[in-house]
Every structure is written in structure tokens, then in C-alpha cells.
T-cell receptor, first 112, second 113 residues
Framework: KAGVTQTPRYLIKTRGQQVTLSCSPISGHRSVSWYQQTPGQGLQFLFEYFSETQRNKGNFPGRFSGRQFSNSRSEMNVSTLELGDSALYLC???????????FGNGTRLTVT | DQQVKQNSPSLSVQEGRISILNCDYTNSMFDYFLWYKKYPAEGPTFLISISSIKDKNEDGRFTVFLNKSAKHLSLHIVPSQPGDSAVYFCAGVGMNRDDKIIFGKGTRLHILP
């Protein structure tokens, strides 16, 4: 069974631009969540989607948004990029509530 | 407010010895806890979990201990192997369906030859 796939793996953008990251969950997984990882901050929760509905949201500004499609694939969008948005963005899917998360390898975003 | 704390940013252990990674939490509503391991340039992978009704869970070389009264859990790896060098994240999950997983900041484990 294929794992969680995130594209692209690496991305370089300039301040003020916007970016869209994509995540394909494991087949059959309906829950998709997104995390931001920065040095010293660990994994910070962005949002979670289940059956195309945002079920939970972390403490990030409105520039960070996401959506989930009917095939469970998810995208996250960051508008008006800032230097501090440079991070590894991880997507994870899970089979059911209280099931372990399965992470993709992440998209490393660099904002210059 | 950090609900899950991993107070040691890094830890070095000799190969073959026991590695003990610690985690403290403040949220008494956590229903179960998980440990994830992360290599550079890869996403975290699930390692082991423990329900709040248990005090120990073992899987091969990995054992997680939970002390609810102290709000403390630890991951023991014995014997430690070179491939165990990675960042380890502790996480807690509440009992409600909408509760999100809260991760600690991670501990980087170095296994020394």
C-alpha cells in the first residue's frame, strides 16, 4: 500500500507570494492533518480535515488555509508568505479516530 | 502553553546501552500517548503508543512507561543501536473525537559507537 505522498518535496518562494502544497493520504484514510515543523518548535498542528470538512484548527493566522477533496486528497495554501513561514510542512493521514498518524516526507518550504 | 514537554533537546548514549527519553504533560484529559521517530528528510514514523489506563507497553526493544500521577512518560530503548539515532517526538491525544494530537518539541538521540 502506498504511503502518504506530499508534493513538491522542496519549494523556494519569495516574500509576498503564495504557495499551495499537496498531500495524498494512504488509500482508505479519510482524516488528513497538516503540521509545521521548525527547528526548536517541534511539530505544530495546522489543521485537520475529515470527509472534506475542517474538523480542527491550530493557532495559525488566516494566511494558512486548507481543503480536502472528495477523494481525501488535501491541499494547504499559504498566502502573503513571510520569511518565518520557512519550515518543513508535514501531512499525515489516519484510518480512524485515535489511530496513529502516518506521515508523508514533507515539503520543505524556503521563503527568501 | 506547552501541554507536552520534552525537556532534553538532545541525548547521547553508547551503543548497546539503554536510551531513556522523557516526556512530561500537563493535560490530564489525554487519553493515550504516542512516540514517533523522525530521520532527517523523512516524515515521522509511529513507534509505540500507550493507553492512559496502562502503565507499561512493550514492543521489542522499545518500552514506554506511563506514570499518570506524575504526568510523566518515558521511552526506553534497549539495547540502543546506531539506527536509533533520530529525533523522537512524544505526543498526547485527548479522548474526544475532535481532539488533536499535541506533540512535544522532540529529543535528538545520538547513539555513539
Amino acid at each position: 500500500k502506498a504511503g502518504v505522498t506530499q508534493t513538491p518535496r522542496y519549494l523556494i518562494k519569495t516574500r509576498g507570494q503564495q504557495v499551495t502544497l499537496s498531500c495524498s493520504p494512504i488509500s482508505g484514510h479519510r482524516s488528513v492533518s497538516w503540521y509545521q515543523q521548525t527547528p526548536g518548535q517541534g511539530l505544530q498542528f495546522l489543521f485537520e480535515y475529515f470527509s472534506e470538512t475542517q474538523r480542527n484548527k491550530g493557532n495559525f493566522p488566516g494566511r494558512f488555509s486548507g481543503r480536502q477533496f472528495s477523494n481525501s486528497r488535501s491541499e494547504m495554501n499559504v498566502s502573503t508568505l513571510e520569511l518565518g513561514d520557512s519550515a518543513l510542512y508535514l501531512c499525515a493521514s489516519s484510518l480512524a479516530d485515535n489511530s496513529p498518524l502516518h506521515f508523508g516526507n514533507g515539503t520543505r518550504l524556503t521563503v527568501t | 502553553d506547552q501541554q507536552v514537554k520534552q525537556n532534553s533537546p538532545s541525548l547521547s548514549v553508547q551503543e548497546g546501552r539503554i536510551s531513556i527519553l522523557n516526556c512530561d504533560y500537563t493535560n490530564s484529559m489525554f487519553d493515550y500517548f504516542l512516540w514517533y521517530k523522525k530521520y532527517p528528510a523523512e516524515g515521522p514514523t509511529f513507534l509505540i503508543s500507550i493507553s492512559s489506563i496502562k502503565d507499561k507497553n512493550e514492543d521489542g526493544r522499545f518500552t514506554v512507561f506511563l506514570n499518570k500521577s506524575a504526568k510523566h512518560l518515558s521511552l526506553h530503548i534497549v539495547p540502543s543501536q546506531p539506527g536509533d539515532s533520530a529525533v523522537y517526538f512524544c505526543a498526547g491525544v485527548g479522548m474526544n473525537r475532535d481532539d488533536k494530537i499535541i506533540f512535544g518539541k522532540g529529543t535528538r538521540l545520538h547513539i555513539l559507537p
